[in-house]
């Protein structure tokens, strides 16, 4: 067979979580992440958007009404990342999250771009970042891509609140 390479228009259309509480997750991926509620299937999944898409997230308790989270050391998604347009957008996401003492778990500058992570309801890793224009992406000496993780500058990024 020979190689393949896949289209470059090629996206990831949506994810679809197990979550054991229906209410609870759409508390959280709406009430406080913003997303709008798109359809239900009665009281067993929800599809939800950013900006009128049909989903780019489903949540559903088919398989999981009830079930404690995933074990961390196990196989399986580790999360989903949810890349915001600007930095700014991305500093109102995290006050947003801070205000309602919503924990982290980490947060990180890539080079690529700057991201936190936390957990959803059900234990579900999400990352939210936006990226660096490409120009700024750090490269080596034959071009090549070099990502790291480096401290985030959580101040620095709060600070595009008071930018207009």
């Given at each position: 067979?020979?190689?393949?390479?896949?289209?470059?228009?090629?996206?990831?259309?949506?994810?679809?979580?197990?979550?054991?509480?229906?209410?609870?997750?759409?508390?959280f991926y709406c009430g406080l992440l913003g997303f709008e509620l798109m359809a239900t299937?009665?009281?067993?999944?929800?599809?939800?958007?950013a900006g009128g898409y049909h989903h780019h997230i489903g949540l559903n308790t088919w398989h999981s009404l009830g079930s404690p989270p995933a074990p961390r050391n196990g196989v399986g998604l580790?999360?989903?990342?949810?890349?915001?347009?600007?930095?700014k957008d991305l500093a109102v996401a995290v006050k947003r999250l801070l205000d309602a003492h919503y924990p982290l778990t980490g947060a990180a500058d890539h080079g690529v771009?700057?991201?936190?992570?936390?957990?959803?309801?059900?234990?579900?890793?999400?990352e939210l970042y936006c990226d660096r224009p490409r120009h700024e992406w750090p490269l080596d000496t034959?071009?090549?891509?070099?990502?790291?993780?480096h401290p985030l500058d959580l101040e620095g990024l709060l600070n595009e609140l008071s930018r207009d």
């Open positions: 067979m020979g190689a393949y390479t896949i289209p470059h228009q090629t996206r990831i259309g949506h994810v679809h979580l197990k979550v054991s509480d229906l209410k609870r997750a759409l508390d299937y009665g009281n067993e999944a929800a599809f939800i958007s580790y999360h989903v990342a949810l890349l915001y347009p600007s930095r771009s700057e991201a936190i992570y936390l957990d959803d309801p059900d234990g579900n890793g999400v034959d071009g090549r891509l070099m990502m790291y993780t």
